[in-house]
């Protein structure tokens, strides 16, 4: 069992940046690929971003495409997503998943955190 807590949430203005945590423990942190996901009120869960075990590959929804950037610390179990030039339409509860593959599929991560809501005012 993998236990995923995301942190770092909160209110931000247009424009402003953000960093997201989401910290794992119970199993080895490096066998497991890291999601985004975020989901908007009355909205269908959406992929964000993800990072290969390693950490050397990721990819980016086009929506966030050179503002968002993961990063991870494999001896810190500790995941990151920077945002940049947040936006309102970024406002969303944001998800860390984990699994075997750096996947945009939300079904492919077996592990996921509660959530960090985001908003982002214009």
């Known amino acids: 069992q993998v236990i995923v807590v995301e942190s770092g949430g909160g209110l931000v203005q247009a424009g402003g940046s953000l960093r997201l945590s989401c910290e794992a423990s119970?199993?080895?942190?490096?066998?497991?690929?890291v999601g985004w996901f975020r989901q908007a009120p009355a909205k269908e869960r959406e992929f964000v971003g993800t990072?290969?075990?390693?950490?050397?590959?990721?990819s980016y929804a086009d929506s966030v495409k050179g503002r968002f950037t993961i990063s991870r610390d494999n001896p810190k179990a500790t995941a990151y997503l920077q945002m940049n030039d947040l936006k309102p339409e970024d406002t969303a509860v944001y998800y860390c998943?984990?699994?075997?593959?750096?996947?945009?599929?939300?079904?492919?991560?077996?592990?996921w955190g509660l959530g960090t809501q985001i908003t982002v005012s214009s």
């Open positions: 998943a984990m699994g075997w593959s750096a996947e945009n599929r939300a079904g492919t991560y077996d592990y």
């Open positions: 119970g199993r080895t942190f490096s066998d497991y690929a």
């Open positions: 990072i290969s075990r390693g950490g050397g590959r990721t």
